[in-house]
């Protein structure tokens, strides 16, 4: 995900999109545990697109309460 198209995004798409992300981790590490994943990068790629997802709610939560 690029950090341009998350920060246009609305608070309620951010949630749903940190909970899905968090679905997709969840998922990819059981695969990876069951050895039926073959694409161990996106452990790591969900879990970046989580924290930036993360990172941007935290950062407007911040500026909301500072204002």
């Not at 690029?2 to 940190?18: A, I, S």
């Not at 545990?33 to 924290?51: E, G, H």
């Amino acid at each position: 995900m690029d950090v341009k198209e998350l920060r246009d995004c609305t608070n309620e798409r951010l949630d749903e999109l940190e909970k899905t992300l968090r679905r997709q981790l969840f998922d990819a590490r059981i695969k990876n545990y069951t050895n039926q994943l073959d694409d161990t990068a996106s452990i790591r790629a969900a879990r970046r697109d989580l924290a930036r997802v993360k990172t941007i709610l935290n950062e407007r939560v911040g500026t909301a309460e500072a204002a």
